[in-house]
């Protein structure tokens, strides 16, 4: 399943590291540098979590599985807030 940034979701990387996720109907969210590493690692990897999960995880020199199961929970959450959707 691919995952994508719903309808009218827009992000802007910060200075800190952190990244600004701005929606017009529910206003803005930041996401920790670790989020925003997440976020541009699914918009690169076109939405496909797995693929995005392998190359955090090559970058962190960190185990796969525990990259891929914080950033399942992580884009579930983002879902949840309407910032994310499954891919039609």
Do not use: Y
């Amino acid at each position: 399943m691919r995952i994508v940034a719903a309808d009218g979701v827009t992000g802007t990387a910060l200075a800190d590291g952190r990244m600004k996720v701005r929606t017009a109907e529910r206003g803005e969210f930041r996401c920790s540098p670790v989020g925003s590493a997440m976020w541009v690692a699914l918009r690169v990897n076109d939405g496909f979590l797995e693929l995005a999960a392998s190359s955090l995880a090559d970058a962190w020199q960190t185990d796969e599985v525990k990259v891929r199961t914080a950033m399942h929970a992580w884009a579930e959450r983002l879902m949840d807030a309407g910032l994310l959707k499954a891919a039609a």
